[in-house]
């Protein structure tokens, strides 16, 4: 039941998807399916087999970011009010909709979660720090943080991602063991 409406919600969401600013090199669809496949992962690690849960968790990676097709700034928000804009054609009762949305807005930086279900999804947001392909994928940030004037040069943007690393920690049990490790040997590098 749960993977045919995830499914229908994930091709209407990939479809809108589509239609990001090019310019959101990092903010776009791939972030998206990763941070879905990562939510899956340490869900699955901590534990997590309650399959509405999973599906809520689900549908929360799926939208977090949806709101930078309105904007940049305070993208939560509107990634909130687009699910909020679909969810009732999906069934979702309003305890639901409030878990959803209390997940989307956990993913706002800086993070800070309540309960396990968003420690995940705040994990898998930001996975990539602890992994191999952190600089390709920073890489993209750096050029997205350009772009919108986030950042004015490369020094700046090594300044910040410093000082980001130094100040991020995973959430999750299953992180701090699978990425910190590997988050350290970066932050060393960047020092």
């Not at 995830?6 to 310019?23: I, S, T």
């Not at 309540?114 to 420690?119: G, K, Q, S, V, Y």
């Not at 991020?168 to 020092?191: D, F, G, I, N």
């Amino acid at each position: 039941m749960y993977d045919q409406i995830f499914e229908q919600m994930k091709a209407q969401v990939c479809k809108k998807l589509d239609n990001l600013d090019k310019h959101l090199t990092y903010h776009c669809k791939e972030h998206t399916f990763d941070v879905l496949e990562q939510s899956i992962r340490i869900a699955k690690a901590e534990g997590v087999t309650n399959a509405h849960q999973l599906h809520l968790l689900k549908v929360a990676a799926l939208y977090h970011d949806s709101g930078f097709l309105e904007t940049y700034a305070d993208h939560e928000t509107h990634s909130c009010m687009i699910f909020l804009s679909e969810a009732n054609r999906y069934g979702f009762s309003d305890e639901d909709k409030e878990q959803i949305i209390q997940l989307i807005m956990a993913t706002k930086i800086p993070q800070a979660p309540d309960n396990l279900m968003e420690r995940i999804i705040c994990d898998a947001d930001l996975d990539y720090l602890g992994r191999d392909d952190f600089y390709k994928i920073g890489d993209t940030l750096r050029q997205e943080f350009l772009h919108y004037s986030i950042v004015k040069s490369d020094d700046e943007w090594e300044a910040l991602q410093l000082k980001f690393l130094l100040n991020h920690h995973y959430h999750t049990q299953a992180s701090q063991q699978l990425r910190e490790p590997v988050k350290q040997r970066h932050l060393h590098q960047l020092q």
